[in-house]
Each structure stands twice: as C-alpha cells, then as structure tokens.
C-alpha cells in the first residue's frame, strides 16, 4: 500500500518507473514531486499504470516539472473520471535523444550511435560530426517511431587520423527538435609496421552538460 505522498518532494535525482506502485489508498499527494522532473517515459509510465488502478476520488497530485506525452489520456481521465487535480510540467511529445560512445573507430572511420524515443511521433534521425563544436558535417540515420527508446547507429568515412572529432544526435519530430550531448572520439594513427590500429585507440569521451 503506498501512504508516503511526500517522499519525493525535492529529491532532484529521483527518475524512476513507479507505475506499478499500488496507489489505492492514496488520498493527497499534493507535495509528493514537488522540485522534481521525471523523464517523460517514467511520468507516461506512472500516468497508466496509476489509472490502470481503482484510486480515490478527489486526490490533489503534484507531478513537479514532470512532462507527458504517450499518458495524456491517462491524465485526462484522472481528472474527468476520477476528479484528480494534477499540477506538473505538462505536455512535451519533442523526442528525446542521447549520444552514445562511437565504436568501430579506425584511421579513416568510425560508427555513430545514439538512443532516440519518438514518443509515437515520425522522428527524422541525423549526427553532427567535426573537428570542433561547430560541427560542419551531418549524416542520416534511420528514422525512429513508437514509444521505446531505440538504438541508432549509422558509420561515417573519410575521416582523416590520430585526430579527434566532436558529434552529438539530432532527433526531429512534429512537436520539436532535440539535440544529444556533445561526444568526442580520436581517430586511430596510421600504426607503423608491426603494431595493431586498435592499440593506438585513445577513447570516447562525453563533454558538456
């Protein structure tokens, strides 16, 4: 049974799937995310999965800075059946996307990856790359749908070696544009006779906030 409506209140690192939480008792959790911002795939989630209960009539909910997208129909009827207020960051269906660390680096090339949610919208797919944060160059991933984080990668050429290149993911939809964090990789070295590219690979590194 889940009394405590207040645990959450500014616990600004708190960003997990409580949608299976049983809320049957719960009366008044009108502080319960306040100072707080769920992803917006753990908010949907908490949104259907509270709704897929039987819940009290009445109940004041505080979702913070939370956003929705795929559990706006949940939300909606929470407050139009169940008469819930709902207070939260409301409705965001931009996609959202990170830069994950590239692989498959050589002198000349390297793969590209990244982590996109389309939140059920079309969401067109690309990478930034270059020398510096200003990019320069773009390449096309595969475009993404549904609901669930998918995986993209897309390999680059042409790149020249021992140098290092920044990119970050773009993703693009109908309710906006996200981009990913700023990533770098370094090139390998033309390796001289007797050594191995891969024992000249200096890494990934992620840069910025």
């Known amino acids: 049974m889940f009394l405590n409506t207040y645990g959450f209140s500014s616990a600004y690192a708190f960003n997990q799937n409580i949608g299976s939480w049983n809320v049957a008792a ?3 959790a009108s502080g ?31 979702g913070g800075n939370s956003q929705y997208c795929a559990g706006e129909t949940a939300r909606t009827n929470l407050i139009a059946l169940d008469g819930w207020s709902i ?22 090339s ?26 320069g160059a773009t390449v096309i991933a595969t475009p993404v749908t549904g609901s669930m984080n998918k995986a993209v990668g897309i390999a680059i050429s042409g790149l020249k070696p021992n140098l290092m290149y920044h990119f970050r993911i ?37 840069v910025g906030t």
């Open 26 to 28: 719960l009366r008044d």
């Open 32 to 62: 319960m995310f306040s100072g707080v911002k769920l992803s917006s795939a753990n908010y949907d989630a908490l949104l259907e999965g509270w709704k897929a209960q039987t819940v009290n009539h009445g109940v004041t909910f505080d």
């Open 87 to 108: 207070t939260d960051g409301g409705k965001n269906c931009r996609p959202s996307a990170s830069t994950n660390a590239a692989t498959g680096i050589t002198p000349n």
């Open 110 to 135: 390297a793969t590209l990856n990244g982590t996109v949610n389309a939140h059920n919208l079309s969401t067109t797919v690309s990478f930034q790359y270059g020398l510096t944060t200003a990019y």
């Open 170 to 206: 773009v993703a693009v939809n109908s309710a906006g544009k996200t981009y990913g964090l700023d990533r770098t990789f370094q090139t390998l070295g033309v390796p001289a006779a007797g050594l191995s590219p891969a024992s000249l690979n200096f890494g990934n590194q992620l």
